[in-house]
């Protein structure tokens, strides 16, 4: 029997202890909860009849009271969640002489990464500009909010206090800094609040050029140790956002502005790794050997093909070494931010760009013969190389080439 049809049975002078009143609203009872599960309506009450709970009338339930207790338990449970959630967003407090330092460990510094271009890192080191450079990198992981700018006492706590997790050095050397990178890598405004530079402008001040090569995801954990290791790091970078292609000494070091000696000090305590390159050349001939050794002076040598590589087993040939190959294990990013940055740098760069860059050795070598050959085409002047599968026995590379014309 349904609700509506209880009701209608029930007579005006029925009295609350009659066996068939009970009975209708019992039936009427259990189907307004059948209709409820149905439909997901949540209960607020107790399921029993107020008859049911207690005879006597003052241990009634309240169910208004029951209602909003329930009604606010839910409401605190809500707004706990929602707690929790921002919780998990880092925020910057401002600074208080009673303030904890912050929970985040070195070892979460250390899985962080900040990604930097190898172009603009080179120049850094050509001008000397690293100690600054780092200051800036790692202001830009700490404002993880992404503002652009951070408050000076802010900068402070977390650069020389001893509990924070991105400790370098004291207030007096952060102070000397600050100083130094005014103009340059970001601007100290009246309400001592430090605004950062974009990495185009940065680029533009630092006069590096064009960005080249690969953005590079740069760890935490290699600015926070002493400067020859972010030295090393800056350094290391540029393999990273390049491919592993021939480049000699003396081009590193107009790049960068980094001696030879220098170079091989970084690579040990970057863990780069090189591998040496060989280019096999024309048949063995007198002027051929001659040729060769004209233009590459001692780097020339004769070559003997025991194992067939090349063609028949015991062919002679003219080779020649080329400069070592570097690889540095970084994360790479897209090179969508580069061309952002670079459309940027061209509104501000009213000169042309300057000078020494990887590019004209980048344009000698190539993956396969097709691409060498179809560069050759176009500049029949130079030597143009392309990789082969084929190792040495100490693991170099070997690499063919198609000579350039003679005129």
């Known amino acids: 029997m349904g609700f509506v049809q209880a009701v209608e049975t029930m007579q005006p002078d029925a009295g609350v202890n009659s066996p068939e009143l009970s009975e209708a609203l019992r039936q009427a009872q259990a189907r307004l909860l059948q209709l409820r599960a149905e439909r997901g309506i949540e209960v607020k009450a107790s399921v029993l009849p107020p008859w049911e709970t207690a005879e006597d009338a003052t241990r009634a339930p309240n169910w208004l009271l029951l209602n909003a207790q329930k009604d606010l338990q839910r409401r605190r449970a809500s707004?706990?969640?929602?707690?929790?959630?921002?919780?998990?967003?880092?925020?910057?407090?401002?600074?208080?002489?009673?303030?904890?330092?912050?929970?985040?460990?070195?070892?979460?510094?250390?899985?962080?990464?900040?990604?930097?271009?190898?172009?603009?890192?080179?120049?850094?080191?050509?001008?000397?500009?690293?100690?600054?450079?780092?200051?800036?990198?790692?202001?830009?992981?700490?404002?993880?909010?992404?503002?652009?700018?951070?408050?000076?006492?802010?900068?402070?706590?977390?650069?020389?206090?001893?509990?924070s997790p991105y400790h370098i050095f004291g207030w007096r050397r952060l102070r000397q800094l600050l100083a130094q990178g005014e103009g340059s890598y970001w601007h100290r405004d009246e309400q001592d609040r430090l605004w950062l530079y974009g990495a185009h402008r940065i680029a533009y001040k630092l006069d590096s050029g064009r960005l080249q090569g690969f953005p590079v995801e740069l760890p935490i954990s290699a600015l926070l140790g002493g400067i020859q290791a972010v030295r090393a790091a800056f350094y290391?970078?540029?393999?990273?956002?390049?491919?592993?292609?021939?480049?000699?000494?003396?081009?590193?070091?107009?790049?960068?502005?980094?001696?030879?000696?220098?170079?091989?000090?970084?690579?040990?305590?970057a863990r780069v790794e090189r591998t040496h390159n060989i280019a096999i050349g024309e048949r063995h001939t007198a002027e051929n050997a001659q040729e060769r050794a004209w233009r590459h002076g001692r780097a020339a040598f004769h070559f003997i093909d025991t194992e067939g590589r090349q063609g028949r087993a015991g062919q002679e040939y003219v080779a020649w070494h080329l400069p070592n190959s570097y690889r540095a294990d970084y994360p790479r990013r897209s090179r969508g931010s580069r061309k952002r940055l670079n459309r940027k740098l061209a509104?501000?760069?009213?000169?042309?760009?300057?000078?020494?860059?990887?590019?004209?050795?980048?344009?000698?070598?190539?993956?396969?013969?097709?691409?060498?050959?179809?560069?050759?085409?176009?500049?029949?002047?130079?030597?143009?190389?392309?990789?082969?599968?084929?190792?040495?026995?100490?693991?170099?590379?070997?690499?063919?080439?198609?000579?350039?014309?003679?005129?």
């Open 236 to 269: 290391a970078i540029f393999h990273g956002g390049r491919d592993s292609k021939p480049i000699s000494r003396e081009t590193l070091e107009s790049l960068s502005g980094i001696p030879g000696r220098t170079q091989l000090e970084y690579d040990r305590v």
């Open 347 to 407: 509104d501000l760069v009213k000169k042309g760009i300057p000078g020494n860059d990887d590019r004209a050795v980048e344009k000698l070598f190539f993956p396969n013969g097709a691409l060498a050959a179809k560069w050759y085409n176009r500049s029949p002047e130079q030597d143009a190389y392309w990789r082969q599968e084929e190792r040495t026995r100490t693991g170099g590379k070997l690499w063919r080439v198609i000579s350039r014309m003679q005129r």
């Open 79 to 163: 707004s706990s969640r929602s707690a929790t959630n921002l919780a998990c967003v880092p925020a910057d407090p401002p600074p208080s002489p009673t303030a904890e330092p912050e929970s985040t460990s070195a070892t979460t510094c250390a899985t962080k990464t900040v990604t930097v271009h190898p172009t603009i890192l080179l120049a850094m080191l050509k001008q000397h500009q690293e100690a600054p450079g780092r200051v800036w990198l790692l202001l830009r992981a700490i404002d993880h909010d992404g503002r652009g700018w951070l408050d000076v006492e802010d900068i402070r706590r977390h650069l020389t206090e001893n509990g």
